[in-house]
């Protein structure tokens, strides 16, 4: 079987809990025998240093990147406001990480599209214009909840309000994912319960941080 992991950012060096989230599932699947590409953003806070990586790891994902600049911007985002799109989501789409995309999709016959966290969901219109493959969101959470709570806890209320919208945005987007997916692989038992109440009519497992396992 062959896979491409799709990353918001490099799963090594693992010094957060995306990281070493997104490195489980890329040893759990080398551990089964897969065959592993790993394709990711490269940005300011994590940059892809392909020249401090093992060779061994390098040689086994074939990984590739691309820079972008994910950093927040207010122009940017308070236009997005306008248009109801997503700007938490936006950011994260590049041109040139598209052009990376569709390249590794015309030179390989993949079997699984690996996307990892709602921030590469950007990109499955090019998948799916490129490619047959299955594609699997490995949700790291249910963005729009985490905006939601902070515009609940917010007393400034101009800062509660935008938070409210950005929040309100995120679950539109997200629950219109659900329908352009073929399955979720959530990362606590918890998610996996929201997503049921989200109506979620797509195959879901549920893989904790620790346990190297698939999705299949």
């Given at each position: 079987m062959k896979?491409?992991?799709?990353?918001?950012?490099p799963p090594?060096?693992?010094k957060d809990?995306?990281?070493?989230a997104?490195?489980n599932?890329?040893?759990?699947?080398?551990?089964?025998n897969?065959k592993l590409k790993i394709?990711?953003?490269?940005?300011?806070?994590?940059p892809?240093?392909?020249n401090?990586?093992d060779?061994?790891?390098?040689k086994?994902?074939?990984i590739?990147g691309v820079f972008?600049?994910t950093?927040?911007n207010?122009i940017d985002?308070f236009?997005n406001l306008v248009?109801y799109?997503?700007?938490?989501i936006?950011?994260?789409?590049?041109?040139?990480?598209?052009?990376?995309?569709i390249?590794t999709?015309?030179?390989?016959?993949?079997?699984i599209?690996?996307?990892?966290?709602l921030?590469?969901?950007?990109?499955?219109?090019?998948?799916?214009?490129?490619?047959?493959?299955k594609?699997?969101l490995r949700s790291?959470?249910l963005?729009y909840?985490?905006?939601e709570?902070l515009?609940?806890?917010?007393n400034n209320?101009?800062?509660k309000?935008?938070?409210?919208?950005?929040?309100?945005q995120?679950?539109k987007?997200?629950?219109?994912i659900?329908?352009?997916?073929?399955g979720?692989?959530t990362?606590?038992s918890?998610?996996?319960?929201?997503y049921k109440?989200l109506?979620?009519?797509?195959?879901l497992?549920?893989?904790?941080?620790?346990?190297h396992s698939i999705?299949?």
């Amino acid at each position: 079987m062959k896979i491409l992991q799709i990353c918001h950012k490099p799963p090594i060096p693992s010094k957060d809990g995306g990281c070493i989230a997104m490195n489980n599932i890329s040893q759990g699947l080398l551990g089964l025998n897969y065959k592993l590409k790993i394709i990711t953003l490269s940005t300011s806070k994590h940059p892809l240093l392909l020249n401090k990586l093992d060779l061994d790891y390098k040689k086994n994902t074939l990984i590739e990147g691309v820079f972008v600049d994910t950093k927040l911007n207010i122009i940017d985002a308070f236009s997005n406001l306008v248009t109801y799109d997503s700007y938490n989501i936006s950011r994260f789409f590049s041109p040139d990480f598209n052009s990376l995309l569709i390249d590794t999709l015309n030179n390989n016959d993949f079997d699984i599209i690996h996307l990892e966290s709602l921030f590469t969901t950007p990109y499955i219109k090019t998948i799916r214009a490129n490619s047959t493959a299955k594609i699997i969101l490995r949700s790291h959470n249910l963005e729009y909840m985490i905006w939601e709570r902070l515009s609940n806890e917010s007393n400034n209320p101009a800062k509660k309000i935008y938070l409210k919208i950005l929040s309100s945005q995120l679950k539109k987007y997200e629950i219109d994912i659900l329908n352009l997916v073929d399955g979720i692989a959530t990362i606590s038992s918890e998610d996996l319960a929201k997503y049921k109440h989200l109506a979620c009519n797509k195959p879901l497992i549920n893989i904790p941080v620790l346990k190297h396992s698939i999705f299949l």
